[in-house]
Every structure is written in structure tokens, then in C-alpha cells.
């Protein structure tokens, strides 16, 4: 059984940085600087910005880099968070947009293990879309390769959850007449 954290050892922690405030809102203290940067990238992002979807994180410079870091190591000048939906063609295309716009060096897209199956190619060569839908929301074709695909992401237990999971997931997909997660392979 593993021990948690002593009385002393947890009295004596520190975070590196006091949390903002509970009221502290981002998106409203960098709506400024979020419209002048996108009306700089692409006018057309200004109606993402006012909807609170588009937002811009400068890099702030606190100082020297710590020696730890490798000598070419460089921060990004802007993080450009885009918020999305599954379900939504235009988030796809909003994803597109954004990235013509910006242009940016690097692409992070936040996954859960299961939605990391999207991005998997298709073993299945019969030339089905890699975003059928299936009942496990995963790449393919085939229910045997995302039964597997399933498992080796997340193990038996997962599985589980995501047959649970997935009646709610077609119901939803098939309804809005939409493949789930069409965002994430735009980006």
C-alpha cells in the first residue's frame, strides 16, 4: 500500500505560483489583445474572438532561460487556444481557418486516449473513410480493429466504459447526422 504524503512533507509544500484569484477570468483580460492579434492574422477571426472560442496567450518574459534547458530551447511567441466541438462541421472548419490564419509553427491537439484513436490510419485497405463511424468513437472501419484499437489504448476496463459510453456517442452522432471528433483531424 502506497503511503501519501507525511503531516510535515505536506504541511511544508509550496506551490511555485499563487493560483489567480477564484473570480479571475482570461479570456476577459486578454479579449484586448486577442482581437488586435487576430485582426492582425485574419479579420474573418474576429467573430471566434467575440465568442469567447478564439484565445490569444502571449508569451510573457519572466527572466533568463533556467540552465536546464537545452541552448536553442525557445518558448512559443503565441499559444493560440481554439475551443471546439465534436460534433460541429464548422469546428472543423474554424480549425482549418485558424490555422491558415496564424500559420503556427506547432499543432497541439488535447485528446483523451480514446479520441486519440481518430488519428490512427485505418488498417482496413478497402478504402472506407478513416471516420466511419463506429460504436467506440475510434478510427476504422471494422469492429474487430476497434475493439482492439479500444483495448490496446486503454485496456479491458476501458473498454467497458467506452461500450457504455458509446450508446450515448451514436446516439448523439447519428442524430446530428455528423462522424464525432471531425475537428481533430483538420488540425
Not at 512533507?9 to 511555485?16: D, G, I
Not at 480549425?95 to 499543432?107: G, Q
Request: hydrophobic share 40%; with cysteine.
Amino acid at each position: 500500500m502506497a503511503a501519501g504524503p507525511t503531516p510535515s512533507t505536506a504541511a511544508s509544500f509550496r506551490p511555485p505560483l499563487p493560483p489567480p484569484p477564484p473570480c479571475f477570468d482570461y479570456r476577459s483580460a486578454s479579449l484586448a489583445d486577442t482581437r488586435a492579434s487576430a485582426a492582425a492574422a485574419d479579420p474573418a477571426l474576429a467573430g471566434l474572438v467575440e465568442s469567447g472560442a478564439l484565445v490569444r496567450v502571449p508569451r510573457r518574459r519572466f527572466g533568463p532561460v533556467p540552465a536546464w534547458r537545452p541552448p536553442d530551447f525557445a518558448e512559443p511567441e503565441d499559444v493560440w487556444i481554439l475551443g471546439t466541438s465534436h460534433l460541429s462541421a464548422e469546428s472543423a472548419d474554424e480549425v482549418e481557418r485558424v490555422l491558415r490564419a496564424v500559420r503556427p509553427d506547432n499543432v497541439v491537439v488535447e485528446l483523451c486516449r480514446s479520441r486519440a484513436g481518430i488519428m490512427y490510419a485505418s488498417d482496413d485497405a478497402s478504402g472506407e473513410p478513416l471516420l466511419k463511424s463506429n460504436m467506440f468513437s475510434l478510427g476504422g472501419a471494422k469492429f474487430f480493429g476497434a475493439v482492439n484499437r479500444s483495448i490496446n489504448l486503454g485496456g479491458q476496463s476501458a473498454l467497458a466504459l467506452r461500450l457504455l459510453l458509446a450508446v450515448f456517442s451514436s446516439k448523439i452522432s447519428s442524430g446530428a447526422n455528423r462522424p464525432f471528433g471531425e475537428e481533430v483531424p483538420s488540425s
